[in-house]
């Protein structure tokens, strides 16, 4: 997924950002009662773009645990993230109803 954004998106350049993991929201913030999800989602997209810090690393132990709760695939969530780049709303949505739907 990561190489395929890379190539389509960026155009084959890599970017120049590092994402500030002290802008982080906490591990403890949840929304819509769903723990990890504000986290997880600048993640993504920093993943997406080549932008993670050394510090942070996709699929750590609680971004496992997020997946495994909601049942959803890293690389699905990936893909989420790619089509809805731009409405953090409609990334929290999706895994809402994926959610409910367990």
């Known amino acids: 997924m990561r190489r395929d954004y890379f190539l389509n998106v960026q155009g ?3 970017s120049t950002v590092v994402l500030d993991e002290a ?7 949840a929304v819509h009662g769903i ?21 942070l690393m996709y699929c750590c132990g609680g971004d496992r645990n997020f997946f495994t709760t909601h ?9 989420l993230v790619w089509r809805h ?3 953090d709303a409609a990334i ?8 409910a739907a367990k």
């Open 23 to 29: 802008k982080m929201p906490a591990k403890t913030d």
């Open 85 to 87: 780049e731009r409405s």
């Open 71 to 79: 049942d959803i695939h890293p690389a699905e969530f990936l893909s």
């Open 12 to 14: 084959g350049r890599a």
């Open 35 to 55: 723990a990890w999800l504000p986290r997880i989602i600048p993640k993504t997209k920093a993943k997406l773009r080549g932008e993670l810090p050394p510090s």
């Open 92 to 99: 929290i949505d999706w895994v809402v109803r994926r959610s």
